[in-house]
């Protein structure tokens, strides 16, 4: 099983923490796994990310301050722990953090590598004390790998390609503005070659073949069972009304219209006359446009679409 953190956190700003990774359990895992069991994964998973002081913070909107941005980044990640994947997917997952935050979901990261978990994500200009947690490296330019092997062997590999690089220089910062630099003089091509002719890529080569050996002696595994739309459509409506009561705002403003309106028309066809002719077409009028409010007052429902589209798409497409 694989899972994949987008770039940008997708989460739902009035539930907190332990809410929204439990919504992520209820909707993807085995709706054979009971209660309980949900549960006691949940927990597992704030433990392992260190998210249990904020567990009952709520994410936070554009109008409440929440958890903080390394919090928001880790939630996301447990959203996509819960499953159990064997490979992790991210898509830049330091942007919009701070070096001391973004350098914390790293190390968190290395240790959900020591676990057991593959991590694969893509990152640009990483500072040396992230650069130093990790394991293997890909360089990629136009497409085409120009480096492909540990990340303690980067320096020294351009060493011996003619590209020197001093001890003191950050090696993530080096192959970003060497690549920039080849490409601008269309040298880019000998990066290419010199790793195509390596050692390096050549011992993946073989790696390659011994994976792909191994994989064809591999059993299938045995398929999940299908999702219970009846249990899914419970807690996306659960997540939706909770959503409603804790948008104090849109609550407020709602109620506010209301008695404003009410009040108005109160007044404007307070003691209307008896009469058969102008009562009953001023009485007909006020009908109307208590019919024709009500009929509008309904485009507040859409207000949650428009908001939560982003995190609709995310869930139906997970």
């Keep these: 099983m694989v899972g994949y953190v987008v770039q940008d956190d997708i989460l739902s700003g009035t539930l907190t923490v332990h809410e929204n990774i ?38 936070g909107t554009e109008l409440k301050r929440g958890v903080s941005g390394g919090e928001r980044k880790r939630t996301c990640i447990a959203m996509e722990l819960v499953l159990s994947p064997k490979i992790l997917f991210l898509d830049e997952p330091t942007t919009g953090l701070d070096a001391s935050t973004a350098c914390d979901v790293m190390k968190c990261l290395k240790n959900l590598s020591r676990n057991g978990c593959t991590i694969v994500f893509s990152i640009h200009q990483p500072r040396q004390s992230i650069f130093e947690l990790f394991d293997t490296v890909l360089l990629l330019s136009n497409g085409r790998i120009v480096y492909l092997g540990p990340s303690n062997s980067l320096h020294t590999y351009f060493i011996d390609h003619g590209f020197p690089c001093r001890e003191s220089n950050n090696p993530a910062d080096f192959a970003l503005d060497l690549l920039i630099q080849e490409a601008r003089n269309d040298r880019i091509t000998n990066l290419y070659e010199a790793y195509l002719n390596s050692s390096m890529h050549n011992l993946m080569i073989n790696r390659l073949k011994d994976i792909s050996h191994d994989s064809s002696n591999a059993r299938v595994q045995e398929e999940q069972p299908l999702r219970n739309i009846a249990s899914d459509l419970f807690y996306v409506s659960q997540r939706t009304l909770r959503n409603a009561i804790r948008n104090s705002a849109l609550l407020a403003w709602q109620n506010a219209v209301a008695i404003i309106l009410a009040v108005l028309t109160g007044l404007l066809y307070y003691q209307l006359p008896q009469t058969i002719g102008s009562g009953v077409q001023n009485r007909l009028g006020g009908l109307f446009f208590v019919i024709v409010n009500q009929i509008f007052s309904t485009a507040t429902a859409l207000e949650p679409f428009i908001k939560e589209r982003a995190l609709f798409i995310h869930v139906s497409i997970s």
């Design 22 to 59: 439990f919504f992520s359990a209820n909707l993807r895992l085995p709706y054979t796994m009971t209660h309980k069991q949900r549960l006691a994964r949940v927990e597992e998973v704030i433990e392992q990310l260190s998210l249990r002081s904020c567990a009952n913070t709520r994410i």
